[in-house]
């Protein structure tokens, strides 16, 4: 069974703390993704990556950065947590050419909670 | 770029109904439109797509259809079941060939026993 794992399903930070939320997939699949949602306003994406160590920015890439230094893995870094990035944070991958075919899969999310 | 509309009010279905549920948008037709469900604390889970020269998709209790002219999709369950009480979410690539996708914000399904 194909799978997206992120690494903590919930995590409180303090402000001004430096978060790391790791998301590992098992598909080999090119594309790796970052969306935050928030009620009432829906998935947003973050970032994107569509092979190692290339990114692109997405809708709102404000105040994170991330990393991938292998295919299967894709960080999401909050430089210094505010309280407005409260938020579940989701992790998907799909294949290059045919998130057409499969979709999206998403990991099982992580609730973020900045005090 | 790309709007989606999904209707903000949750949708409540009595078991053994169909429940239709509508996704609009707006701007250029996309080459492919998909439909995810969603549960509670989870992230969604990729149910089926149907490319822009496809009227109907069906896969098992589930079909959709694409109406490019109207730029709409509709998103069926026949002889629904509490257990498909989720929120379901349209989605479609940011431009006309793009891997990238975004999602509407979703209609919460309630399917009363």
């Known amino acids: 069974d194909v799978k997206v794992t992120q690494s903590s399903r919930y995590l409180v930070k303090r402000t001004g703390e430096k978060v790391f939320l790791e998301c590992v997939q098992d598909m080999d699949h090119e594309n790796m993704f970052w969306y935050r949602q928030d009620p009432g306003l829906g998935l947003r994406l973050i970032y994107f990556?569509?092979?190692?160590?290339?990114?692109e920015k997405g809708d709102i890439p404000e105040g994170y950065s991330v990393s991938r230094e292998k295919k299967e893995r894709f960080s999401l870094i909050l430089e210094s947590a505010s309280t407005n990035q409260t938020s579940m944070y989701l992790c998907a991958s799909s294949r290059l050419s045919s998130p057409t075919n499969y979709g999206y899969t998403f990991g099982s999310g992580t609730r973020l909670t900045v005090v | 770029s790309q709007k989606i509309e999904q209707n903000s009010e949750a949708l409540n279905i009595q078991e053994g109904k169909t429940a239709t549920l509508t996704c609009n948008y707006t701007n250029y037709s996309p080459a492919y439109l998909q439909w995810y469900r969603q549960d509670p604390g989870r992230g969604p889970v990729f149910l089926l797509l149907?490319?822009?020269?496809?009227k109907e998709k069906r896969k098992e209790r589930l079909k959709v259809t694409f109406d490019t002219t109207l730029k709409q999709s509709l998103f069926h369950i026949t002889a629904s079941q509490p257990a498909d009480s989720a929120t379901y979410l349209c989605?479609?690539?940011?431009?006309?060939?793009?891997?990238?996708?975004?999602f509407g914000k979703g209609t919460r399904l309630h399917i009363l026993p």
């Open positions: 990556s569509y092979d190692v160590k290339m990114k």
């Open positions: 989605a479609l690539p940011y431009t006309n060939r793009d891997d990238k996708i975004i």
């Open positions: 149907i490319r822009e020269n496809e």
